[in-house]
Structure formats: C-alpha cells, structure tokens
C-alpha cells in the first residue's frame, strides 16, 4: 500500500499562486498514476484536476486549469506537485492526491483511483 499526505494549502487572493505537495510513503510512485482531485464547497464528488499517467508519462489536465495550474514529480523524493497560478473563487476546495496502479491515460474519476491523501484546503478568496 501507498500513504499520501497533501500540504501547501491555504488561503490567498485571486490571481495568487499555491504549491501542493503529495508525498508518498510504502511505495514508490513510479509504478502508479498519479492524480489531483479537488471538491469544491457544497460538491459531493470530487472532481479531476491533473494527472500524470503511468502509461505513456504524460501529465494531463482538465480544460478549466489547462495554461494555469502544473503538476510534476520528483521520483528521488518520491513526491508530486500541483503548482497553480493565476488562482481563481471557483478554484476554491478541498484539494486531494490520489494513487491507482491501473494504467491511465486521463486523469479520469475518483472511483479509478485507490489511494487517497486526507487532502488540503484551498480558499480562494479576496
């Protein structure tokens, strides 16, 4: 099994930037696809943000944050990234990192995925 565990959260104004970091214990990641999910106030899903694929390395990205927001990994620390820029209200949520050893090629739904971090809020806010 792999732990996730999110920080980087909080709360800044329209047009700010935040980094999330997903660091991951139990397992190396490079076997798995990776992704970010956020659920927003009010939402009971979870939606997809990015994802990195663990079938063809690909980091992909839902239009809304698409020019905006960029996720990458660092394998020596075993930890992956969502840097968002130019932040916007309806970015607001609650921000989660998820693991799945199936093969991606999207970042697809919250129910493919099988490892979840306890997630880190994000307040868009002026």
């Known amino acids: 099994q792999v732990q996730l565990v999110e920080s980087g959260g909080g709360l800044v104004q329209p047009g700010g930037s935040l980094r999330l970091s997903c660091s991951a214990s139990?397992?190396?990641?490079?076997?798995?696809?990776i992704a970010w999910f956020r659920q927003a106030p009010g939402r009971e899903r979870r939606d997809g943000v990015s994802s990195i694929s663990n079938s063809d390395g690909n980091t992909y990205y839902v239009d809304s944050v698409k020019g905006r927001f960029t996720m990458s990994r660092d394998n020596s620390k075993n930890t992956v990234y969502l840097q968002m820029n130019s932040l916007k209200p309806e970015d607001t949520g609650v921000y989660y990192c998820?693991?799945?050893?199936?093969?991606?090629?999207?970042?697809?739904?919250?129910?493919?995925?099988?490892?979840w971090g306890q997630g880190t809020q994000v307040t868009v806010s002026s």
């Open positions: 998820a693991a799945t050893r199936a093969l991606m090629e999207s970042v697809g739904s919250e129910d493919e995925y099988d490892y």
């Open positions: 139990g397992r190396t990641l490079d076997r798995y696809a």
